[in-house]
């Protein structure tokens, strides 16, 4: 399988070195060449399978080319033995037709585990391939992060940099990343907000020297692999409720747009999906370009679900390419005037091409806590702000047919004050994460300037 950029302007490359770039040098966002299929009665052999298998059929159509089928069975098998359900991604039912998909069972509590468990793993295979080290560099709201430095931290072959907002994750997400103690781990606390982060790691990566000779890496959602394992859960819900033989709808609390981008992969695959739902919070820049057909930054507004609050939606490139019947010079253009003026308006065919798949809807600060205050009530399911905000507007969506899926994309115990301030139950860490707030934390603070980022990694990378 071959990957070509958003773009249009970059060579088309493999699965690994899709991996391993991340961004794409003409500054896009890589996609499969063509939609692999899995046809109906493969999906019907999946049903009841163990997730890591289903995990092997969907990835292994993307990476065949690069990692041999029973290295990749063993790498899932691995990742997926880090959580602490035996169904990985189980579903729950809250409703006659509404299901919760619950993505927090790996280590750090939040859906970007089940991604970044195996994009380690793929990453250390091509690494040890080759013989190299690279740099990873990322920019965390607050789960990408400690799941990239938990899943990172044993690697031989990567250092890994995550830059997260001062100040502005919550104290359990820190810990999780700052307590992590490894020589090969940095945390950088930047004087910024989430996207000044992002921005700074897209500057980067834009220094071609800068980039080349530290062997910069990212593990973003942009980064391909990451979509890839995320479309295994798409599959599995959708097999338990009784695809392909009926059709399922989701529901996806919405940020960057990896997590329901990965929806619809699963969907041109060949899995029946009939309505994918954006859900935002206040920070709502694709439900208002979604109703108005004009994507216009605002600023940032902090609430209660941090790994939501940005504006620059980085993988909504990816839907463009696609609802433009693939026009990488439709989305330079549209790029551009984003770059230029913070704002780009869709054209008429590409707003109705996103329309005929996506429905949105954001939840502000009063729904969300009242939502978790009346799902506890009505089904005894404590959830954390950000699956609130998919249960808040899946209630309100009411697909024609089939069953409607929302997911919950973090513990509630990773947002214990917010939980607590909703519904007066203060949800307990797990266990084996109860050392977390007692442990040392190692960061450092630094200016929001790209120079100040560039030297401190260079004084510490070891590539
Ligand atoms: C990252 C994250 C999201 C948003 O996912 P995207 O792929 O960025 O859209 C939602 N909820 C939680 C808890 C997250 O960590």
Not at 159 to 170: A, Y
Not at 341 to 358: H, K, P, Q
Request: charge should be neutral.
């Amino acid at each position: 399988m071959q990957y070509l950029s958003t773009r249009g302007e970059a060579a088309e490359i493999g699965f690994e070195d899709a991996m391993l770039a991340g961004l794409a040098p003409d500054g896009g966002l890589y996609l499969p060449r063509q939609w692999p299929q899995i046809s109906l009665a493969e999906f019907k052999a999946l049903r009841g399978r163990p997730y890591p298998e289903i995990a092997e059929a969907v990835i292994s159509r993307y990476s065949a080319d690069a990692i041999p089928p029973e290295r990749l069975r063993a790498m899932l098998n691995e990742a997926y033995a880090q959580f602490r359900h035996p169904a990985v991604a189980p579903l729950k039912q809250l409703d006659s037709n509404l299901f919760l998909l619950e993505l927090f069972h790996g280590p750090t509590l939040a859906f970007k585990d089940v991604a970044m468990q195996i994009l380690a793993r793929m990453m250390e295979f091509a690494l040890e391939k080759r013989n190299i080290h690279a740099t990873i560099i990322g920019a965390t709201s607050g789960d990408t992060g400690s799941a990239a430095i938990e899943a990172f931290k044993s690697s031989k072959r990567a250092s890994i940099f995550i830059l997260h907002p001062h100040g502005r994750v919550s104290e359990v997400q820190r810990r999780q990343m700052t307590t992590v103690d490894s020589p090969s781990v940095h945390n950088i606390a930047l004087e910024g907000s989430f996207d000044d982060c992002q921005a700074i790691i897209k500057t980067l990566f834009g220094d071609a020297g800068f980039r080349d000779r530290l062997r910069l890496s990212g593990v973003n959602s942009i980064n391909w692999a990451r979509i890839v394992a995320q479309i295994v859960y798409y599959v599995s819900s959708a097999l338990s409720l009784g695809a392909p033989d009926r059709a399922v709808s989701f529901c996806v609390p919405t940020g960057n747009f990896g997590d329901i981008f990965a929806g619809y992969a699963a969907k041109r695959m060949g899995l029946p999906i009939d309505r994918l739902i954006i859900a935002t919070n206040i920070n709502d820049i694709l439900d208002r370009t979604l109703r108005t057909g004009r994507y216009d930054i605002h600023k940032v507004l902090p609430t209660t679900s941090p790994s939501m609050d940005i504006q620059v939606s980085s993988n909504f490139e990816r839907l463009l390419f696609e609802a433009s019947g693939r026009n990488g010079g439709k989305v330079r253009g549209m790029m551009a005037s984003l770059a230029q003026s913070g704002s780009f308006t869709l054209d008429g065919e590409i707003l109705a091409a996103i329309r005929s798949e996506f429905d949105s809807g954001h939840a502000d600060e009063a729904t969300v806590a009242r939502t978790i205050a009346t799902t506890l009530d009505a089904t005894g399911e404590l959830l954390d702000p950000h699956s609130a905000i998919g249960v808040a507007l899946a209630g309100r969506s009411k697909p024609d047919r089939g069953p409607l899926i929302s997911l919950a994309t973090a513990h509630p115990a990773k947002f214990p004050d917010a939980v607590e301030q909703a519904c007066g139950i203060r949800p307990a860490l797990p266990a084996r994460l109860a050392y977390l707030m007692s442990a040392r934390e190692k960061f450092s603070i630094l200016p929001n300037d790209p120079e100040a980022v560039k030297s401190f990694i260079l004084a510490r990378s070891v590539s």
